[in-house]
C-alpha cells in the first residue's frame, strides 16, 4: 500500500488525509499542535464560516490568483456539501452565500473531520512537529524530534504565519526553499490597520457604519462599505478587514497607501451641506462642535473639525458656506495615512506563501520535486473573507489527497 505523509493537520491536511485514505493510501497525518483543527475552532467567531456557495478565483489574491480556477472546479460548493454530509456534518447557508456548520459550532467542525477520519484508519501523530524533510533514494525522510519516518509521498499543509498563538509559523516557507521553492513575500491579511495621527486612539470605541476609500500612491483603489471601528492602535472592523488585503500587500511594495472615511456614506454630499447648513440656520448661535454632535459620532466630532481646520467653538451660524463644506468633505472623505498592520498575530491569514508557478494547479504536486505536494494557505494564495480560505483549503486538500494515493 501507498505509504503517505501529511504534515498539518489543519483544514487542507485533513481534506487531504480522508480523501488519500478512501483512495487507497495509508496516511500518517502530523500535527505539532495536541490536537488536530485548532484554527478552524477559533474560525468566524467561534462558528466557522466554512465556504461560501459563490465560488470563484475573482474571490482570491495572489500572483496567480487563477490557480484557483481547477481546485474550485473539482470540488465545488455542491460537491462539498455532499462531502460534508457523507463525514456527518450538516451546513446552512448564511447571507451573501457564507455557509455555517449547522450546528453554528466550529468545534462540530473539527469534531466531524476527526471523527471519521479516525474511524477510516487515518493515523493521527498529534505533539508531532515535522523538523525536517529530506528526500533520499526516491523517498522522503520525515523527521520530528522522537521520530525518522519513510515515505513514498508527502504533502505540506502546515498553513501560515497568521494567528502563531494558534500554531501559525513559516515551516511550510522553510520546506519549500528547501526543496528550491520560490516564496513570494508574505503579509498579514484581514488583519485590523495601523493609522498616521495623533487622536485615533481618543475615539477608541466608536463604532460606524461607513465606506472606506482604499488610495495607492494618491489614486482611489477600491471601496468597502461596512463597520469600521476606531481602537487605540488604529482602525478595525469587517470594512477595514475587508480592504486590508489590498492595503497590506501594496505596504509590502513599499506603496503610499492611504484611506478615506466616509463617516456618512448613505448622503450625498450636496444633501448633508445643505441638512447641516439649515441647521446652522436653524440655531446659529450653537457651537459648531455641539452642533455637529447630532450628526456624526461625538467622540470624532473635535478631531474632525480638527481636520478641517475650524474652531469647535465658534457659533455656526457665523462660519458660512465654504466652511461648511470643507468640514462635509472631512466627514465623508477623512483621510488617514496607513503606516502597517496589527501584525500576523491578529490575522487571520497571510498574503504571499509558495509561488503557485511552481506547483502543478491540476495535482498540487511540486513542479521540481516529484511526490511532493502543497496544499493550502501555504501556497500563494489567499481569500476574501467569507469563506473563501476555507475552501481553498478544502478544495486543495482535496486534489492533493487524490493524487497522494495513485
Ligand atoms: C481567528 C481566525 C478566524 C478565521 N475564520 C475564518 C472563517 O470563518 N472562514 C474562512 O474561510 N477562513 C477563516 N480563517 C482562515 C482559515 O482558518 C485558514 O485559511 C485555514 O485554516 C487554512 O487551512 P490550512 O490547512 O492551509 O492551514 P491551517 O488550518 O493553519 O493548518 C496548518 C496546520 O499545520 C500545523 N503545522 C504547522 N507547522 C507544522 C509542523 N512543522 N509540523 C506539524 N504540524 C505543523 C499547524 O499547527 C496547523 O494545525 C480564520 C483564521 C483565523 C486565525
Redesign the pocket.
Known sequence: MNKVAI????????MAAITALLSGAAVDL????DR?????L???NG?????NTNLSSSDYYGQYSYFTDYALSRLPFAEFKKFCLSIGLLLEIKEDGRCYPLSNEAKSVVLAFETYAKEIGVTFLTD????GIEKIDGQFMITTAKSEKKYKKVLV????E??PQ????G??YIFAKHFGHTVETTYPS?VQLHIDSNFHHKMAGVKQFSQITLYLDGKPEEHIKGDILFTKYGISGFAVLDISQKAAAALTRHKDVSIGINLLPSFERQKLTAQILQLTEAVPSHPIAILLSGVIPSKTVPFVLETANVNPSAPSGKLGNKTIKKIVHTIQNWRFTISGTHGFRH???SGGGISTEQIDEKTMESKLVCGLYF????LDIV?R?????????WAS?HLAGKELAK
Open positions: 504534515i498539518g493537520g489543519g483544514a487542507a491536511g485533513l502530523y500535527e505539532q499542535n488536530v483543527g485548532r484554527k478552524i477559533a474560525s468566524g462558528r466557522c464560516n466554512i465556504t508531532a512537529a515535522v523538523k499543509a502546515t498553513g501560515s497568521a494567528a494558534l500554531g501559525g509559523n515551516d511550510g484581514l490575522a487571520e491569514v496544499a493550502g494557505e501555504v481569500g473573507r467569507g469563506g473563501f480560505n476555507f475552501h481553498f483549503a486538500g
